[in-house]
Antibody, heavy 120, light 107 residues
Framework: DVHLVESGGGLVQPGGSLSLSCSASGFDFASHAMHWVRQAPGRGLQYVSSITIDVTSTNYADSVKDRFTISRDNSRNTLFLHMNSLGPDDTAVYYC??????????????WGQGTLVIVS | DIQMTQSPSSLSASVGDRVTISCQASQDISSYLNWYQQKPGKAPKLLIYDASNLETGVPSRFSGRGSGTDFTITISSLQPEDVAIYYCQQYDFLPLTFGGGTKVEIK
């Protein structure tokens, strides 16, 4: 079974930084594109960022571009999200999400349980 | 960015009712649309991909249709375990975008 476990969330002051990790198991991590999706309390889903299997391509929502950096370590089956210049609007549960595809960003087919980031 | 507009934002129906949720894209996205179900306190789950294909393990009472700008997901006979928020998501254009969600409750 696919297992995605996020960590690194917590309380951070406005303007601060935080790094999230996602440990993946139960599938060939190196063969799947990965994503971060967030959900503010009581709100809908918001796309954050994506990365291909070989890190040749990344993409970001406009709201996080130039502040967030997605990366991955295929040798450690781990996905990362480095977040800088955090503001209250970044408060959300951050989900690590697996794609069915290696190079195309299409299907959020497995989700972690999420990690809560509070900017206050 | 492609705007995805869902309607209604919430609905209440009886067990056994047929329920349909709509999703409209701000421009043509062909069939590049997925549907997700998020039960209370849980992570979302992929239900339908490419507008009409049922994900493995999803009950056959769920179905999806549409192409271009107008899409629907239908629950043919609403069950108590279908209480959730349903989201559509397009992947034709970057950034990937979600609809605002439709909350389904039991009357």
């Amino acid at each position: 079974d696919v297992h995605l476990v996020e960590s690194g969330g917590g309380l951070v002051q406005p303007g601060g930084s935080l790094s999230l990790s996602c440990s993946a198991s139960g599938f060939d991590f190196a063969s799947h594109a990965m994503h971060w999706v967030r959900q503010a309390p009581g709100r809908g889903l918001q796309y954050v960022s994506s990365i291909t299997i070989d890190v040749t391509s990344t993409n970001y929502a406009d709201s996080v571009k130039d502040r967030f950096t997605i990366s991955r370590d295929n040798s450690r089956n781990t996905l990362f999200l480095h977040m800088n210049s955090l503001g209250p609007d970044d408060t959300a549960v951050y989900y690590c999400v697996k794609d069915r595809e290696p190079y195309n960003w299409k299907y959020f087919d497995s989700w972690g349980q999420g990690t809560l980031v509070i900017v206050s | 960015d492609i705007q995805m507009t869902q309607s209604p934002s919430s609905l209440s129906a009886s067990v056994g009712d047929r329920v349909t949720i709509s999703c409209q894209a701000s421009q043509d996205i062909s069939s590049y649309l997925n549907w997700y179900q998020q039960k209370p306190g849980k992570a979302p789950k992929l239900l339908i991909y490419d507008a009409s294909n049922l994900e493995t393990g999803v009950p056959s009472r769920f179905s999806g249709r549409g192409s271009g700008t107008d899409f629907t997901i239908t629950i043919s006979s609403l069950q108590p375990e279908d209480v959730a928020i349903y989201y559509c998501q397009q992947y034709d254009f970057l950034p990937l975008t979600f609809g605002g969600g439709t909350k389904v409750e039991i009357k």
